[in-house]
């Protein structure tokens, strides 16, 4: 005998939410009219409905009416709906009979000048609610296994400390960085603000750990080639570039005994061809087989392909270690891990393009990180500060503030990058430190000194010296004898002009995401904001995560931040990530397409429209089919908007459900 189908009865709660919503809403006129529409049982409102009380009135409903759904009418269900679904399931009801309407983010937060026209959408907010209530149905999750293993994409500090924290845990990383030694941005610094630390002694240890970390597989001069699969069983191809030399390890794993590369650098000490060092910026040549930095790690050079001549000299220089090979090519590696953390870093906005400063126009106008090498002392100058233009010692310097940051030209960039302001103060410190008699300049909006020991560091710049002028500089121009830069600035403080005579300007310039990151994001279907930084799953509440389940985010990647907020991040990041996997297997919400077999023709129209790569067709009882792999399906309903014949439906989305909901809003509730 067939089931009785039950007759809907809904419960509808208003949330006061403070006076966030009853400040604008008239809540008691909304309660009055959900309890008019038709299959409501009862309505209610309270004060806030996601309290242990507001969630014990829904349990007690749910019994006492014997509901077969729920509508809360309160904020974002982005907030608030695990929250009500685990009360709806502690009621007695399956949590995905519950709806939400958002009268707060989408009613009352915009309209809060109109309460009558409030109080009206959220009639109509609750109206839609209720219609498609009374037609859900039970669905339940499915829970996949996990494997037991992680993956880091980018080496700089926040993926160096995501990996040894995961690694620390007992799972399986591979740290995966495109270029050949870890690092990142950190190791091309030479003081960390405000403690002064150097930037190498904090970060090589690290740098070492990760290198030898049991747990940690290493692969530097790789990318990221291809993406397949879901959470729990992320498939990944690597593509690791050729390197040209091999390291230790591999060479013993090829059965050449004591061979491998040692780092002693009798291969480029022979190499005859010369390039400039991208490390120090062009500031300095490097061979075309070369490391770095003596603190790389690995320690194994690598062969610039793109400029070696294939002399074979270094072939020679390496005798029998037989470490370099000028054939080698790029090989691929598939890995499977359960979780993923995207580190990718950041880099510097191209400043030329504010030609008025003059960067890339006159010798002496550089930019900070390229001051952070010429002050470091394993930097192209052995940390004397020198004039590009002459080699001269400057004795006024020029700091520029928010060179291409909080720009709403078109040219910069609209956002604070949020730390130059602090690592401007300690290139005015250094300068101060280094050259007795040097006086900096400082070029500033405004000081953002946001962090634990700032504001104290911005005093301790003050006292010592450093001349603040509060104003955008207009323009720089250059006194072609002298090599000296002419600043024209605003002294907004003293409502005048001013003409400042430097011998050396400093462009403290934005920072934007690295080149390469549109490209990670699309292979891990990750979503960006309008300034191209990772997007986050919450703002505020799940600042790691991203919409994609088994990715989350660490460092710059997802916006400026300084070294201590990336390390944080990096660390929460590794805690959610090791969650599922320390787990074993991760309950995933049934929001699914389904097909229906019997209208499904196999044409495959659908299947190439999936942007998760979800659909496949196989064969079933002599018929092509549609199939689901459910893991993967995050039900966007691309699919089932685009099947020609309505062979797909969305689960928690079905056509009538929203029909329903559409019928709602149109007739305004009449039958």
């Not at 067939?2 to 909304?30: L, M, S, Y």
């Not at 309460?115 to 839609?128: F, H, L």
């Not at 019928?663 to 039958?671: I, K």
Request: net charge negative.
């Amino acid at each position: 005998m067939a089931e009785e189908i039950k007759q809907p009865r809904i419960g509808v709660f208003v949330c006061h939410c403070g006076t966030n919503i009853a400040g604008t809403i008239d809540v008691e006129a909304v309660k009055d009219y959900a309890a008019t529409l038709p299959n409501v049982a009862v309505a209610d409102h309270y004060q806030y409905m996601c309290s242990t009380p507001g969630q014990q009135m829904i349990q007690d409903a749910i019994k006492e009416h014997d509901l077969t759904g729920v509508v809360v009418a309160a904020c974002t269900p982005r907030l608030h709906e695990p929250t009500f679904r685990t009360a709806t399931k502690e009621g007695g009801l399956n949590p995905f009979r519950f709806e939400m309407a958002n009268i707060r983010d989408q009613n009352s937060w915009v309209h809060m000048h109109d309460a009558e026209g409030a109080t009206e959408k959220a009639k109509d907010a609750v109206r839609i609610a209720v219609a498609k209530a009374s037609l859900l149905e039970d669905l339940y999750p499915k829970s996949v296994p996990v494997e037991h293993a992680a993956m880091v994409v980018g080496a700089g500090v926040g993926g160096i400390q995501a990996a040894l924290d995961l690694a620390n845990a007992g799972i399986k990383t591979y740290l995966i960085e495109k270029s050949p030694t870890v690092g990142g941005r950190m190791s091309q610094l030479d003081k960390t603000f405000p403690t002064l630390d150097c930037s190498q002694c904090i970060l090589t240890p690290k740098m070492v750990d990760v290198g030898r970390h049991p747990n940690i597989e290493l692969h530097t001069y790789t990318e990221v080639e291809a993406v397949d699969g879901y959470i729990g069983n992320f498939e990944i191809t690597l593509r690791k570039k050729a390197r040209g030399v091999m390291s230790q390890d591999e060479a013993t794993a090829k059965g050449i005994v004591g061979g491998g590369c040692n780092g002693c650098g009798d291969c480029e000490a022979v190499c005859p061809v010369i390039k400039p060092n991208p490390f120090e910026l062009g500031m300095a040549p490097r061979k075309a087989i070369y490391i770095y930095h003596p603190q790389v790690v690995p320690l194994v050079y690598t062969v610039d392909f793109d400029s070696c001549v294939k002399c074979g000299l270094c072939v020679e220089a390496c005798g029998d270690k037989k470490a370099i090979d000028l054939e080698m090519e790029d090989t691929f590696e598939t890995v499977k891990v359960g979780s993923v953390i995207l580190a990718t870093g950041y880099e510097i906005f191209p400043v030329e393009k504010k030609r008025e400063w003059g960067y890339k126009q006159f010798d002496n106008v550089i930019t900070s990180l390229e001051f952070e090498r010429l002050i470091c002392a394993s930097g192209p100058t052995g940390g004397h500060l020198v004039r590009p233009s002459d080699g001269e010692t400057p004795m006024k310097v020029a700091f520029l503030l928010c060179a291409g940051s909080r720009d709403n030209t078109g040219v910069g960039k609209p956002y604070c990058s949020r730390f130059c302001c602090m690592y401007s103060l300690k290139h005015a410190h250094q300068v101060m430190e280094k050259i007795p008699g040097c006086q900096p300049y400082i070029f500033y909006m405004d000081i953002r000194s946001f962090g634990k020991m700032y504001e104290e560091f911005y005093y301790r710049i003050q006292n010592e010296g450093a001349k603040f002028i509060r104003g955008r500089v207009a323009n720089i121009l250059e006194d072609p004898k002298t090599k000296n830069l002419h600043v024209y600035a605003e002294d907004t403080l003293l409502g005048r002009p001013v003409d400042i005579e430097v011998d050396m300007a400093v462009l403290a310039a934005a920072i934007q995401p690295a080149a390469d990151t549109d490209h990670v994001r699309h292979l891990f279907g990750v979503s960006c904001s309008q300034d191209g930084w990772l997007l986050e799953a919450h703002p505020k509440l799940n600042p790691c995560g991203t919409t994609t389940a088994g990715i989350f985010l660490a460092g710059v990647c997802q916006g400026p931040k300084d070294i201590p907020d990336t390390v944080a991040q990096a660390e929460g990041a590794a805690s959610a990530a090791s969650i599922p996997i320390h787990m074993g297997k991760v309950d995933l919400e049934p929001y699914f397409a389904q097909c229906i077999e019997e209208k499904c023709a196999g044409c495959g129209m659908c299947v190439n429209q999936c942007p998760y790569s979800a659909l496949d067709l196989i064969e079933k009882d002599g018929r092509t089919v549609m199939h689901v792999t459910e893991a993967k399906c995050k039900g966007c309903g691309t699919c089932g908007g685009f099947c020609p014949g309505g062979a797909i439906y969305m689960q928690h989305f079905t056509t009538p459900q929203i029909v329903a909901q559409i019928d709602a809003f149109l007739l305004g509730g009449e039958e």
